[in-house]
């Protein structure tokens, strides 16, 4: 047997790695230069997630265990948005599930679930589309994880819920608002301060 042969680059080759037409040879593509360490770019992230508020009543335990009749669900929720600092928003993703069956109420889940967002050099109307829509749209399925563990741990079968469109239900409270504005209501408040 022969021992394998490895074909190694001439490192004194000073060809282009590729033909010059195509590529790009000039990375310097801002033509509004800013001195070195100018944040200019947008920027968005989520920083982090977390369960702000947790509460589970299973009211009519243990009796309720003993119901043939399934629950019907009723399921709420909000979307809000803080300055926590600056840059940094925290979306609250807050829901209330409640099951109720002909005898009464099996069981009432609320949750608070938030994530920080940091957000910086985004204008005024993608800032507030991502806080609204994008972010609830991120941390939805951690929440309904949560639901699902909590109504586990009731003593019921895990509750999935169906995912949400939230883009869409943005686009129409988005509308909603806007004819209110126009009929004298209230206008929208900025989130950023880049209106």
Known sequence: MRPAQFLLPDLKDTRPMADEEGVLTNLDN??????????????IGLITQYVKDLSVENPNAPDVFQWAEPPQLDVQ??????????DVHEVIL???????????????????FC???GMRNVPEEQAHAFLYAEAPRLLFPFARRVVAD?????GFPPLMLD???????????????RAEEAA???PIVPVTGNA
Do not use: C, W
């Open 163 to 177: 995912p949400i469109d939230f883009g869409g239900l943005y686009v129409q409270r988005l509308q909603a608002r």
């Open 94 to 112: 807050k829901m209330t599930i409640t099951a109720t069956a002909p005898r009464g109420k099996a069981y009432i889940v609320d949750l608070a």
């Open 150 to 154: 909590a109504v586990r741990d009731a």
């Open 30 to 43: 801002h033509s509004d230069a800013q001195p070195n360490g100018v944040d200019t770019q947008p920027t």
């Open 115 to 117: 994530g920080l967002v």
């Open 184 to 186: 004298g209501g209230p």
């Open 77 to 86: 929720f909000n979307i809000g948005a803080e300055p926590v600092g600056t």
